[in-house]
């Protein structure tokens, strides 16, 4: 195969989505090409990025103080002023309702499918510790975000709940002990 197959087939072959031949010869390429093989690992670079891409939230001040330096912005006209304000006003107003909003939702009431965000904040870990246990989870994939159904979750951990500590049990003298 030559570098520009292999590229265009990369996405599709991180993510398990090619025949076994093409697998097979893209492996091959791969193993004797360092740029495609640098071209893949800066794909999964970039896949990794972008599971911990964190959304940044405005202050809660922040339309007043957006308020302040507009108003001393002399040189822009009175009324494109005016409609800027009132906008950055709505806008703000309309970013603390949908952050208490959903902060007042109980827990129970939301979706039986959650992100990646609500699992974390459900098991009450960071997204990286999330990251950390993946392989254990119960989940599918919708494109490249992974989503948990909140009733796998709760069998998971009743599950995590009733296995012994190896640490604490040698299997031998647990098999006895459940007699």
């Known amino acids: ?3 520009k197959q292999v590229r265009d087939e990369l996405v599709r072959f991180m993510d398990n989505e090619v025949s076994d031949e093409m697998r ?3 492996q091959t390429h791969l193993d004797s090409c360092a740029d495609c093989s640098r071209e893949l690992e800066s794909l999964r670079e970039v896949t990794v990025f972008c599971h911990h891409w964190e959304d940044i939230s405005p202050s809660r ?9 507009l108003a ?11 409609l800027l304000r009132s906008a950055v006003i ?8 949908l952050e208490e ?4 939702l109980p827990f129970a009431l939301e979706s039986e499918i959650m ?18 246990i993946m392989d254990q989870l119960p989940r599918f994939q ?16 009743r599950s995590l709940e009733q296995r012994p500590d190896p640490q604490k049990y040698l299997w031998g003298d647990w098999s006895a002990r459940e007699e």
């Open 61 to 69: 001040d922040w339309g007043v103080e957006l308020n302040q330096k």
């Open 101 to 104: 909003s959903q902060m007042a």
């Open 1 to 3: 195969m030559e570098c």
């Open 142 to 157: 919708i494109g490249y975000e992974y989503r948990f159904r909140r009733d796998s979750i709760d069998q998971w951990i």
């Open 90 to 97: 709505g806008l703000s107003r309309r970013v603390r309702e």
């Open 115 to 132: 992100t990646l965000d609500e699992l974390a904040r459900y098991l009450r870990l960071s997204t990286d510790q999330i990251f950390d």
């Open 24 to 26: 097979e010869a893209v």
């Open 72 to 82: 001393k912005a002399q040189r822009q006209p009175m009324t494109e002023l005016e």
